[in-house]
Nanobody, 123 residues
Framework: QAQLKESGGGLVQAGGSLRLSCVASGAISSINRMGWYRQAPGKERVWVATITSGGNAVYQDFVLGRFTISRDNVNNAVYLQMNSLKPEDTGVYFC?????????????????YGQGTQVTVSS
């Protein structure tokens, strides 16, 4: 089994920055795409950004130019650098992996989320 654990959330003023981290732990052989979703109060969870194992990143339009996703394949980690934060960025941010192969037989796990970390941006 594999699990995801986020950290780095908090309270920040508009225009500020935060860096979120997520580490995958457990019996992991490899991870395909890693990414971030967020859920604002009273709203559905939405996709924010994704990065492949080769480092190709894609972003939701509303974070383009402000957020940067990166990953460390050796340590099974993904990061989200968030700059120029706005109050509408407030929400719970969830780490996501679309596929994790677990040892010892590359048994696949699909669509895995962490428990989330709260980000609050004050105006």
């Amino acid at each position: 089994q594999a699990q995801l654990k986020e950290s780095g959330g908090g309270l920040v003023q508009a225009g500020g920055s935060l860096r979120l981290s997520c580490v995958a732990s457990g019996a992991i052989s490899s991870i395909n795409r890693m990414g971030w979703y967020r859920q604002a109060p009273g709203k559905e969870r939405v996709w924010v950004a994704t990065i492949t194992s080769g480092g190709n990143a894609v972003y939701q339009d509303f974070v383009l130019g402000r957020f940067t996703i990166s990953r460390d394949n050796v340590n099974n980690a993904v990061y989200l650098q968030m700059n120029s934060l706005k109050p509408e960025d407030t929400g719970v941010y969830f780490c996501h992996c679309d596929e994790i192969l677990t040892t010892p037989h590359d048994f696949p796990m699909f669509d895995i989320y962490g428990q989330g970390t709260q980000v609050t941006v004050s105006s």
